[in-house]
């Protein structure tokens, strides 16, 4: 993607307060990254490898990757595991799958073993403890996976101890209120790409629009006629979000489609753990 469509990368740095983190974990530093779309088209080389080098610069303690590592195919896939083998991080790398990766019977299978024998822990439905036990990982499979189920999953957990969730949709943070996250770590949305300063992004106004029109005048406006698969809460489309007594980030993410983005540029997270 050319960097006029995409717009520079930006490095997005933010101090989460959680309840109970132990003194062991309070400075903790993660990095965030989210929709690579690496598919020689959506995300260029450079703009990775800088992604990257921002990555090993902070020197994290986690690496978290919150899915859409490929488009529609998997042909690039050993390059992208090239890069992405560059990523250092004292306590490791994890990651989650997204829709994307969903996108053919295979490709599951392919993403995850080709992250797996280059040290990336793909998490689907599974619970991590690489900081310890006192803030366990949760990652789900993706929401519109039919092996999205959190329930088995977030019942594993003591409510008194804090815990991070990856998963690729922020959609799920509504149904992630039944249960304790301290911080969920999304993507997906791309931030909505096209974001007009003061009202948000254009596909967020296009649900509001449809929300309010009456179904008999939808028929006569094609683009609000039905509401964008994409997702449901655009409110949530990009940032920091309470959700309840929850904590979202949804990171912007690094690749873009056309007709690229505006006020909405890719992004890396950098993100600090406090006690509260």
């Not at 109970?20 to 929709?35: C, E, F, N, R």
């Not at 995850?112 to 689907?124: A, D, M, R, S």
């Not at 959700?243 to 873009?256: A, E, P, S």
């Amino acid at each position: 993607m050319h960097r006029l469509l995409s717009g520079p990368l930006t490095t997005e740095k933010l101090t989460v307060k959680i309840a109970g983190l132990p003194a062991s974990l309070q400075g903790k530093k993660l990095v965030q990254m989210s929709d690579f779309h690496y598919d020689g088209v959506r995300l260029s080389d450079k703009m990775l490898s800088q992604a990257i080098a921002i990555a090993n610069q902070v020197k994290p303690d986690l690496i978290l990757l919150t899915g859409d590592f490929i488009t529609t195919s998997t042909a690039t896939l050993d390059q992208l595991a090239k890069y992405l083998k560059k990523l250092q991080s004292r306590h490791g790398i994890y990651a989650v799958l997204g829709n994307h990766d969903l996108y053919y019977k295979n490709s599951q299978t392919e993403v995850t073993t080709t992250f797996t024998n280059i040290g990336i822990h793909v998490l689907w439905n599974q619970i991590s403890y690489p900081l310890g036990k006192e803030l366990p990982i949760v990652g789900l499979a993706d929401f519109y996976s039919k092996e999205f189920n959190p329930t088995p999953v977030m019942n594993q957990l003591d409510p008194d101890t804090p815990c991070i969730v990856l998963s690729h949709n922020p959609d799920t943070a509504e149904i992630l209120q039944k249960w304790r996250v301290d911080l969920q770590l999304s993507g997906h949305t791309h931030g909505g790409q096209i974001v007009i300063p003061g009202l948000g992004p254009v596909l967020m106004i296009q649900h509001k629009i449809l929300r309010i029109t009456p179904k008999i005048l939808q028929n006569f406006l094609p683009f609000f006629r039905k509401k964008h698969p994409v997702c449901n809460h655009w409110e949530w489309s990009q940032g920091f979000h309470k959700i309840g007594k929850n904590q979202l980030y949804i990171n912007r993410g690094l690749g873009t489609y056309l007709p690229g983005r505006l006020f909405c540029p890719p992004e890396v997270t950098i993100i600090t753990l406090q006690s509260k």
